[in-house]
Each structure stands twice: as C-alpha cells, then as structure tokens.
T-cell receptor, first 113, second 111 residues
Framework: DGGITQSPKYLFRKEGQNVTLSCEQN?????MYWYRQDPGQGLRLIYY???????QKGDIAEGYSVSREKKESFPLTVTSAQKNPTAFYLC????????????FGEGSRLTVL | AQRVTQPEKLLSVFKGAPVELKCNYS??????LFWYVQYSRQRLQLLLR??SRESIKGFTADLNKGETSFHLKKPFAQEEDSAMYYC?????????????FGTGTLLAVQP
C-alpha cells in the first residue's frame, strides 16, 4: 500500500517541550515537504527537502527543525521556540521538487497545553 | 512577491447551479497553477493542473495571464462536490522550488 504515513495522528504536549512528528513515504519520491494548516490561513510551507541530506526553509521555519537522513523519512521537530505550535501539520512528497503534484499524508494534529 | 489569493472563504450553491471558485495570483515568472481538493475526512489531493488543460469530475480551470487568474468552474454542481478547494502556484527559481497555496474556499452544495 503506497503512500505517505504520518504519525501520530493526535499529539498533546505541555508548553516548553519539543515534539517530533514522523513522516514516511514509500513512493520513492525525491522531494518531501512539511506544511502547517491553520483555519483561514490555508497551507503554509515550513520546510522542504529536494533530496537526501538536503533541506531548505519555507515561509515559516522559525521554531521548527527537520532532518532528511533517509529518502523515505522526513521528521519534523516542533521546538519550544515555536510561539504558536498548536496546529494541524501536513507532510507531502513529490517525485521531484517543482512538479506541483504533491501527495499528502493524513496529517498530525498537535495541541500544546 | 509571490502570492495566491482566494477571496471567498465560503461559497454556497444549490445542486445543479454553476460554480466558480476564484483564484488570483501574483508571480513575476511563468506561472504553473494547480487546484487541490480536500473532501471531508480525506487527504488533500490534486484535482487538476493548468498545463494539462483537462476536465476532472466536471471541473475545468483556465489560466488567464492578463487577469492573473485561474478560476475553477463547473457548470452543474453536485452535492459530492462539497469540499475545501485550494489554489496553488509553483514557484521556481535558483535554489527555490516550492508550491504556494491560497487560503482555500469551502464549497457547500445544498440539496
């Protein structure tokens, strides 16, 4: 069953704690992305990766970090420096950066208490 | 600056009525535009792209460079079209390659 798998679906954390969201794909895609989805603001790009061991900041990277050690995996860490971390996070992949055809995961909802 | 604008947060129509979801963009390069759709409890997925000039589920979208628009249209709305629709712009140049999304329009088709 090919696709993008995000985990966990729901996550609760106390303020000040770092949290890591998992994203795995078995589509053999080179590019992977993290978006944040907030009501009324659409999808905003946090980080993206064009290839293994490479990643670039998106429009709202402050307070987040990523790694791309394997082609299949692109975890996102929401650090305590992120001022408003409660949100819905979407991971996506594409064959290569610039296609515009992204395949999305089901999302992870993070709530910081 | 690159930007995608969807002016309507909510569009409510009756079944069988025509639908037009508006999208305007701002981009100095050659635009590549897309429409994505998210049905209730489903993943966000690509609906159509301007370059393929195809009709998907009865929806079409024409790129108008003069008006910098990429409106999504369907002549007769169906209840199953109710969903969140996002317009997106592919931005490419130098080290930058990314997809910028608009804020989305919720389409509600009433019976």
């Amino acid at each position: 069953d090919g696709g993008i798998t995000q985990s966990p679906k729901y996550l609760f954390r106390k303020e000040g704690q770092n949290v890591t969201l998992s994203c795995e794909q078995n589509l053999n895609h080179d590019a992977m992305y993290w978006y944040r989805q907030d009501p009324g603001q659409g999808l905003r790009l946090i980080y993206y990766s064009q290839i293994v061991n490479d990643f670039q900041k998106g429009d709202i990277a402050e307070g987040y970090s990523v790694s791309r050690e394997k082609k299949e995996s692109f975890p996102l860490t929401v650090t305590s420096a992120q001022k408003n971390p409660t949100a819905f996070y979407l991971c996506a992949s594409s064959m290569w950066v610039g296609t515009g055809e992204l395949f999305f995961g089901e999302g992870s909802r993070l709530t910081v208490l | 600056a690159q930007r995608v604008t969807q002016p309507e947060k909510l569009l409510s129509v009756f079944k069988g009525a025509p639908v037009e979801l508006k999208c305007n963009y701002s981009y100095s390069g050659s635009p590549e535009l897309f429409w994505y759709v998210q049905y209730s409890r489903q993943r966000l997925q690509l609906l159509l792209r301007h370059i393929s000039r195809e009709s998907i589920k009865g929806f079409t979208a024409d790129l108008n460079k003069g008006e910098t628009s990429f409106h999504l249209k369907k002549p007769f709305a169906q209840e199953e079209d109710s969903a969140m629709y996002y317009c997106a712009l592919s931005v490419r140049g130098g080290a930058t390659n990314k997809l910028i999304f608009g804020t989305g329009t919720l389409l509600a088709v009433q019976p």
